[in-house]
């Protein structure tokens, strides 16, 4: 069974409207952590969020932030004001308890943002 | 500014060859990771290493091995290419707080094996 899933291929936004990319995640562990990477074409992959599983508040990052409702096992990115640079490939990822530090990663959602 | 780098960018191969994709870091990080990129299927975990001298089976370990003789260095080892090994091989390097600053990658090494 997946862990990380994201149900979104592709997608396609508008300049400076929000954006959110939906991630649902499956663990028994009480301790994870989820994140959000960004890969544009260009391949390198850019860290852009943290969530651990025990945060009350959803964690923020400029425009980024994480629609973390725990009960749904839901992750979603919230991009605001999206901007062209934002047209990009999104991985949601877990990692599972604090033992060690492997990192689960979904299937990714490719971003396309429209003048 | 910290980095992992990979030799090569990219790379073609014949099939049956000895291929070595190499991951060099600077930060002393303790844990290593290999993982190949596929569309639609995200990121899969082949390899990945605690220690020196240390290795552990990720989820798609088949056709693969790896050396870590030097805390910096984790090479991956496709003993005999195939052309279903061809794809987007990126290594990541964690201090081992990766649970609340994730991975910094490499640039990635896009193999093709003919």
């Known amino acids: 069974a997946q862990k990380i899933t994201q149900t979104q291929p592709g997608m396609f936004v508008q300049e400076k409207e929000a954006v959110t990319l939906d991630c649902t995640y499956d663990?028994?562990?009480?301790?994870?952590?989820l994140f959000w990477y960004k890969q544009p074409s260009s391949g390198e992959m850019i860290f852009l969020i943290y969530?651990?599983?025990?945060?009350?508040q959803n964690a923020t990052e400029g425009r980024y932030s994480l629609n973390f409702q725990k009960a749904r096992k839901s992750a979603n990115l919230v991009i605001s004001a999206s901007q062209l640079g934002d047209s990009a490939m999104y991985f949601c990822a877990m990692r599972e308890g604090f033992g060690d530090d492997k990192i689960i990663f979904g299937k990714g959602t490719r971003l396309h943002i429209l003048p | 500014d910290v980095k992992v780098t990979q030799s090569s960018r990219y790379l073609v191969k014949r099939t049956g060859e000895k291929v070595f994709l190499e991951c060099v870091q600077d930060m002393d990080h303790e844990n290593m990771f290999w993982y190949r990129q596929d569309p639609g299927l995200g990121l899969r975990l082949i390899y990945f290493s605690y220690d020196v001298k240390m290795k552990e089976k990720g989820d798609i370990p088949e056709g693969y091995s790896v050396s870590r003789e030097k805390k910096e260095r984790f090479s991956l080892i496709l003993e005999s290419a195939s052309t279903n090994q061809t794809s987007m091989y990126l290594c990541?390097?964690?201090?081992?707080?990766?649970?609340?600053?994730?991975?910094?990658f490499g640039s990635g090494t896009r193999l093709t094996v003919v």
């Open positions: 990541a390097s964690s201090s081992g707080t990766a649970g609340f600053y994730g991975y910094t």
């Open positions: 663990t028994s562990d009480p301790s994870y952590g």
């Open positions: 969530q651990g599983s025990y945060d009350q």
